[in-house]
């Protein structure tokens, strides 16, 4: 490791069948796959990205599986994250509102009282079946920037389709900047 490398973990959060193991493989360069096999536990990645010139990113990516049947397990390998993707399925209300839990669970096990979260509201190219609308996603990180603030934490939204591969590369550079930024 060089002196302008530097090495992040973070976790990929969210209910079950929201697509984060398939913005996990997008963004590792595997495209897109319309099915997917259930993460038991967690699944981990490891990619390095130059964002700057000569200035390295080592993301060390934790797809922690998001079935209720994993959550007495899923404590351990929140450990030391430094940051995270939420993901909620634009198309399933119920993914939006557990949300909050995944935060709570985040900050309880991470190690940390705030970290970074990206708020990420996948399957957009779903437009027809959207049933979560962004103005909601918005509020949710307006009212988590007012508890964070007072860590120099800030978090933010984007809309996401691990299919078409909208904004996927920005929601890990936005995650990695708030990291660095935050650390």
């Known amino acids: 490791m060089n002196q302008s490398e530097f090495i992040f973990k973070i976790t990929l959060i969210g209910d079950g069948a929201v697509g984060k193991t398939s913005i996990r493989q997008r963004y590792m360069g595997h495209g897109f796959k319309e099915s997917h096999l ?7 990645s490891v990619i ?6 000569g200035e390295s990113w080592l993301y060390q990516i934790w797809d922690i599986a998001g079935q209720k049947i994993f959550e007495s397990i899923r404590a351990r390998f929140y450990k030391g994250s430094m940051g995270a993707l939420l993901v909620f ?28 979260v990206v708020l990420l509201a996948n399957k957009s ?12 996603a918005d509020k949710f990180v307006r009212i988590l920037n007012e508890g964070t603030a007072s860590y120099g934490v800030t978090n933010y939204v ?3 389709s691990a299919k078409t591969g909208q904004n996927i590369e920005s929601a890990f550079k936005l995650l990695g900047e708030a990291i660095r930024t935050r650390f």
Not at 48 to 53: A, D, S, W
Not at 93 to 115: H, M, P
Not at 125 to 136: C, E, T
């Open 48 to 53: 390095e990205k130059e964002f700057r010139k």
């Open 158 to 160: 984007l809309e996401t």
């Open 38 to 44: 259930m993460t038991l536990g967690a699944d981990f």
């Open 89 to 116: 399925d634009v198309t399933d209300k119920q993914t939006f509102r557990n949300c909050l839990s995944w935060v709570r669970e985040l900050y309880r096990f991470s190690g940390s009282d705030a970290i970074p």
């Open 125 to 136: 190219d779903l437009r027809s079946r959207r049933s979560v609308d962004m103005k909601r």
